[in-house]
């Protein structure tokens, strides 16, 4: 059981490039997360999909767009890189929010290391 | 808006002793708390949650952590700390109504544990 599998582990862009990174589960979770990792500011969210088909801002989401593909897979787009874009990503993804199963845990990926030179 | 904190950056204890590692929430209404791990270089990993009932709640690696609502507080602690719970914890509060689920997270407490 794989879980939360992100691509890729690891990237330097030059300022102004652009990459995505992409995010799979196979809990068939209902959301999924796009969170940035900053020393002594925790992990803030940039994006969101509550189901399949939708997508919300978080706190952080200029320069940055998401898809959510299917029920699998989120991608997080950086059009034009900058430096103040420099994090660790995670991706993460939760169960369902009704129903018996409404509180169960995030579960996340390893993270992606983007440095922007 | 919700918000969580956790007032220490750094806690330091010796092997063998206690450890509590502090968290407050602001929520309206009843609050779900979480409390996650990571190593270095790692991913997070959850630890335990506080949804309901018992105030005391316990987890993984024998960690647990009192909730007290007149306080705001939800703090983690183990009775007798080891070198291997030398991590970053973070304490988290999941949003309520129609927001995905989305956690809000602390700005994470850098534990060490020395021999």
């Known amino acids: 059981n794989a879980g939360v599998t992100q691509t890729p582990k690891f990237q330097v862009l030059k300022t102004g490039q652009s990459m995505t990174l992409q995010c799979a589960q196979d809990?068939?979770?209902?959301?999924m997360y796009w969170y940035r990792q900053d020393p002594g500011m925790g992990l803030r969210l940039i994006y969101y999909?509550?189901?399949?088909?939708?997508?919300d801002k978080g706190e952080v989401p200029n320069g940055y767009n998401v898809s959510r593909l299917n029920k699998r897979e989120f991608s997080l787009r950086l059009e034009s890189a900058a430096p103040s874009q420099t994090s660790v990503y995670f991706c993460?993804?939760?169960?369902?929010?009704?129903?018996?199963?409404?509180?169960?845990?995030?579960?996340f990926g390893q993270g992606t290391r983007l440095t922007v030179v | 808006a919700q918000s969580v904190a956790q007032p220490e950056d750094q806690v330091n204890v010796a092997e063998g002793n206690p450890l509590t590692v502090k968290c407050t929430y602001s929520?309206?209404?009843?609050?779900?708390l979480f409390w996650y791990v990571q190593y270095p270089n790692r991913g997070l990993q959850f630890l335990l949650k506080y949804i309901t009932g018992d105030n005391l709640v316990k987890g993984s690696y024998g960690f647990e952590a009192e909730f007290n609502k007149s306080q705001t507080s939800f703090h983690l602690k183990k009775p007798s700390a080891l070198v291997s719970d030398s991590a970053l914890y973070f304490c988290?509060?999941?949003?309520?109504?129609?927001?995905?689920?989305?956690?809000?997270f602390g700005q994470g407490t850098e534990l060490s544990v020395k021999p």
């Open positions: 999909s509550a189901s399949e088909g939708t997508t």
């Open positions: 929520v309206s209404g009843n609050p779900y």
């Open positions: 809990m068939n979770h209902n959301s």
């Open positions: 993460a993804s939760s169960g369902p929010t009704e129903g018996r199963l409404r509180h169960t845990e995030a579960f």
């Open positions: 988290a509060v999941r949003a309520l109504y129609n927001q995905g689920g989305k956690l809000i």
